[in-house]
């Protein structure tokens, strides 16, 4: 499957983003899809995932500003992002897994990156 993430840019403290990343292929449905961010100089982490149906998990920094949804008709998993802090400025990467994990390495595939960059 191949992914393409869009959606970043630059936005003030407080303020909303909505990421997106379509994929392609007819399978996207069987794929648990999570998004995952990696800051100059920090390794990259997990931010959120959903299941092939609609159950979620959040990063604990993010949880309650954060939402992951996906719409299987059309291949595309969407991060909306409010009350954004300047430790959210990344790179977010959206991923694909065969598998439930918020492990980086248990993601097979994965889209280019969008920035985000949160200004105070």
């Known amino acids: 499957v191949q992914l393409q993430a869009c959606g970043g840019g630059l936005v003030q403290a407080g303020g909303s983003l909505r990421l997106s990343c379509a994929a392609s292929g007819r399978t996207f449905s069987s794929y648990v899809m999570g998004w995952f961010r990696q800051a100059p100089g920090k390794e990259r982490e997990f931010v959120a995932a959903i299941r092939r149906g609609d159950g979620t998990y959040y990063e604990n920094s993010v949880k309650d500003r954060f939402t992951i949804s996906r719409d299987n008709a059309k291949n595309t998993v969407y991060l909306q992002m409010n009350s954004l802090k300047p430790d959210d400025t990344a790179v977010y990467y959206c991923?694909?897994?065969?598998?439930?994990?918020?492990?980086?390495?248990?993601?097979?595939?994965w889209g280019q990156g969008t920035l985000v960059t949160v200004s105070s």
């Open positions: 991923a694909a897994s065969s598998d439930w994990s918020i492990v980086v390495a248990r993601y097979d595939y």
